[in-house]
């Protein structure tokens, strides 16, 4: 008998749920009883979204901003802006919201997963050097819960609930993801945190001694006694900290040990969820970059999704399967010794491993793929690797307020009940796994193929059973055009579409006395009667119905001036749309340009780059404030390589490990960014930013 596994926001949240059971579908809806519906199209660099009880959405950006959307009006706000580290990958990343939040609380518990400050300093940590040179590098990502009322993030009622080691700059995997299950546990994920750019795409285990530890995954994600690499299971206490549940990998008081592994073996476990149900953790784990097999070396990157339902070890940098491991190598003398076992005893002999030298058993994926065809999972399809796991849609999770206007039966059919959704940031797809009771993937199909997904980031089924969507977008370490937070609607039992909405200004920034001319881009697919609700300065209050007004801003501020447009005679009775534009008045946005190099400038990798940036302000620009990064550009994402303070230096074009410029669309990219340090009236500081990819001779 199959057993039934689901998995939903709202259960994560601890909703009161009272939707009656269905008979399941049988056959797959149309993808045109579907509408994705864009609540924010300026989000951001995207990172994480959370769904409050009351279907209010809350996502991050890696620069520092939470972002907070109104499901009844539509409005975006910026619910906190949080001061962060950001080399390379790091700054905030993962949200979720306390499971024991109910519709209707005046306040609730949202942790945060980010990269203070510290007293890091700025630019690249050596490749090589004493340990005292490392030293000065060494940080922590920063887990802690927030009191979360009135649209905004209270940052004076931080509880700091736990700290991650990491060693900063330096890529890569230092992301998160944070999710609870039925006890009230919270299970965190954490990356390897290992440089895997000089490894050829292979296992990154090099133990040489001058080299900084960041190369080798032995110290963390294969060390019993480092929180990085892991899944983490812990119970949040009032007041910060936590304590450790039972039956976790190792008990409290092993030596060696770190009791708050759950499970380990990790590279970039970069989206979980849980199954209510069972408690069983779906994950995500992104590739290496091999493209081939080198018998020297080990097997081409796999991507991996798992079934996590006890403790384990699941073998990373040793292993891919049980049987398919990698090779011993010594980074010195350039040599390859035997194969791991990883169908018995790994061992962990790497000077940088500070846990147990005997590793737990290895433990198999469910899913395993690389780039070209799969044999056993042909429908993952072919293309690059970045695996995500993703919720399953739950009837018995749909709270009972969803009939209220404007909602109106959003939530998915019940074909899709107890399916795990998978989506790939790379290949832009969402599938559905069919599974056992085991875990074991009986089928896998498209999902909404005709439907829009640019790199998804992160999926979650909302309180309303909608399913919430936060894309990335294609590009490098930017608000990217496509980048979106969209909620994906089944609309066959309405049969009524939602407004699409657009919004645009001539002007964005300005001076005082700020004259704004709206426009504004908006459809209907079933031709229906409009309102036009505009919301110059985001006070909740009507102040225009014209489609495109215009509006003169006298004091000094920033402003989300908003569109919300109701079909079938109001908000209350129909569906909504909505859209904004921020206008900062009292500062103007700098405007970065790069004098050299040039879009499409030759080079060849190794080279060193000379550039100069040019900025403009309104305001004395500060040149060591300006940063420059070397991105290498591979296909429509990109690997950060280096990072330099100022309006003109050099930067080495690197290429890295697993990458082939006679196989791999790849390109040298430059990013330069500048934030100004804000204007009159406490108006926030605006950055700019300019961006060229070199093509490689």
Known sequence: MRRMLAISACVALGLSLSAPAVAQDTSPPSDDDFQKITLNDSPGEPMDLALLPDGDVLHTTRPGDVWYHDVDTGLNSLAASFDVYRHDEEGVQSIAVDPNAKHGDEAVWVYIYYS????????????????????????????????????????????????????????????????????????????????????????????????????????????????????????????GGYTIPDGNLFEEGTADTRPEIYAMGFRNPFRIEVDPNTDAIYVGDYSPDARNPNPNRGPAGHGRWMYVDEPGNYGWPYCVQRDIPYVDYDFATGTSGDEFDCDGTLVNESPNNTGLTELPDMVDSEVFYTYSASALFPELETGGIGPMAGPAYDSDDVAPWVNRPPHRQPQWPSYYEDKPLFYEWTRDYIKAFEIDSQGDVLGIEPVLDSVATDNPMDLEFGPNGALYMLEYGDGFFSENPEAELSRIDYIARSGN?????????????????????????????????????????????VDSSEENPTHVYDEAGVYLAHLTVADRGGKNRGKIGSDYVEIQVGNEAPVVEFITPQEGDAFSFGDDVAFEVQVTDDQPVDCSLVEVSYVLGHNTHGHPISTVNGCTGVLETDLIGGHDPDVDDLSGVFVAEYTDPGGEGGTDPLTGSDEVVLDPS
């Not at 080691?165 to 230092?174: A, F, L, N, S, T």
């Not at 040489?208 to 994600?221: F, L, M, W």
Request: aromatic share 8%; glycine share 10%; hydrophobic share 30%.
């Open 116 to 239: 203070p400050p510290l007293d890091t300093p700025p630019g690249d940590a050596p490749n090589f050097g004493d340990p005292e040179d490392f030293e000065a590098f060494e940080g922590y990502i920063q887990l802690s819960r927030f009191q979360f009322s009135d649209g905004e993030i209270q940052m004076d009622t931080e509880e700091e609930i736990m700290q991650v080691p990491v060693d900063r700059g330096i890529c890569c995997h230092v992301g998160g993801d944070i999710v609870f299950d039925s006890e009230g546990n919270l299970i965190l994920s954490t990356g390897d945190d290992t440089n895997p750019f000089a490894s050829n795409g292979y296992a990154p285990i090099d133990e040489r001694e001058d080299r900084n530890p960041a190369y080798d995954a032995q110290r963390t994600s294969a060390n019993t006694n480092d929180l990085r690499g892991k899944l983490l299971r812990i119970t949040p206490t009032d007041g």
């Open 497 to 541: 579409h939602a407004p699409e909405v657009d919004v645009e200004a001539d002007v964005t920034t300005g001076p005082e006395g700020l004259e704004v001319s709206f426009t504004s881009n908006v459809s209907d697919a079933d031709g229906d009667k409009l309102r036009y609700m505009w919301d110059f300065d985001g006070d909740g209050e």
